[in-house]
């Protein structure tokens, strides 16, 4: 699927305008209810979503199959082991190797620049799917999810507590673009790097960045978490995240609502009580996913 257009690849959401970011979450509102309506939508007819996909998944994976599905089109996911990745064949000769099949990618890597390296040689739009460093996709749910959830994103602060990691980076820069107030606490050495803060600022403004976890959940409309101990990363870590656990004591005391992209290590960053009570928001968010990712890859293609 080659095009005289050079391809808008999304490998973190500020690769996103602030205009077309909001475009593609009111696509996505869109989508949910032509969906719960059972209109047909099939606005990618013969197209091909090709997945490459170093660590595991179930939502993304899933999200992207099902979305490409209602969209009248195919996905074909190529998952850890299946492809000569890892095995000799250089990232660049699969990038244009796979452009020339799919009219677009969705790719989970460790690395952030080996999704660069793909989206320098794919001549068709890249979307990450995971990396090290960003998880786009799962911040346009976020986001998506506090605006069902809240009448004026200009009123809404979150808190992120926990780990610094992929989720946490996108999460902030797309809280910037939707001018939600945001705060990133961490325990000390776990922040975000300053490239990501920077980022912020330019798209809107930067997080408050704290260590210190009862301050961050005082006073606040949501709070979310993710895992300690992301994929590929060492056991040890999560020793630095003693007392940083969401209780549903927490949410009470701040009156908030919780968020986490899943997967979940109940006992560690969140209590099974809180992930389980009425002020969770994970089964939207994971819902999110289809909605949001059918939209940008029409945004993408069209
Ligand atoms: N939230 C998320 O990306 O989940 P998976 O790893 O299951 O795709
Ligand atoms: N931070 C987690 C997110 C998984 C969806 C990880 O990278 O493992």
Redesign the pocket.
């Known amino acids: 699927g080659s095009s005289p257009e050079p391809p808008r690849h999304v490998l973190d959401v500020d690769d996103l305008s602030v205009e077309t970011f909001h475009d593609v979450l009111d696509e996505a509102a869109n989508y949910e209810h032509m969906l719960a309506a059972g209109n047909p939508h099939r606005d990618l007819p013969e197209h091909t979503l090709g997945m490459l996909f170093e660590k ?6 899933m999200s992207f199959e099902t979305g490409m599905t209602q969209l009248g089109g195919h996905a074909v996911f190529l998952g850890p082991d299946a492809t000569h990745l890892g095995h000799g064949e250089p990232l660049k000769d699969t990038a244009r190797a796979l452009s020339g099949y799919a009219d677009a990618l969705a790719i989970r890597t460790f690395d952030h620049a080996s999704l660069e390296t793909i989206a320098a040689y794919a001549d068709v739009p890249v979307v990450n799917a ?1 990396t090290d460093d960003a ?1 786009p996709c ?1 911040a346009l749910a976020d986001v998506l999810t506090l605006k069902q959830t809240f009448d004026d994103l200009a009123d809404v602060s979150v808190a992120w507590v926990g780990d610094g990691n992929n989720v946490a980076a996108s999460f902030a820069v797309a809280c910037a673009m939707a001018g939600v107030d945001c705060t990133i606490a961490t325990p000390d050495g776990h922040g975000l790097p300053d490239s990501v803060l920077e980022r912020a600022a330019a798209v809107g403004s930067a997080p408050t960045v704290t260590t210190d976890f009862e301050a961050a959940i005082s006073d606040v409309d949501v709070v979310e978490t993710d895992v300690w101990v992301s994929m590929g990363e060492a056991d040890e870590k999560r020793e630095a995240f003693d007392g940083w656990t969401v209780t549903e004591d927490v949410l009470e005391a701040a009156d908030a609502k919780f968020m986490h ?3 979940a290590n109940r006992g560690e960053e969140v209590t099974d009580a809180a992930i389980e009570s009425e002020r969770s928001l994970v089964w939207q968010q994971a819902e999110n ?1 289809l909605h949001v990712q059918k939209a940008l890859l029409v945004e993408l293609l069209s």
């Open positions: 595991p998944s179930t939502r993304t994976r995971l998880h799962q992209c899943l997967p996913r």
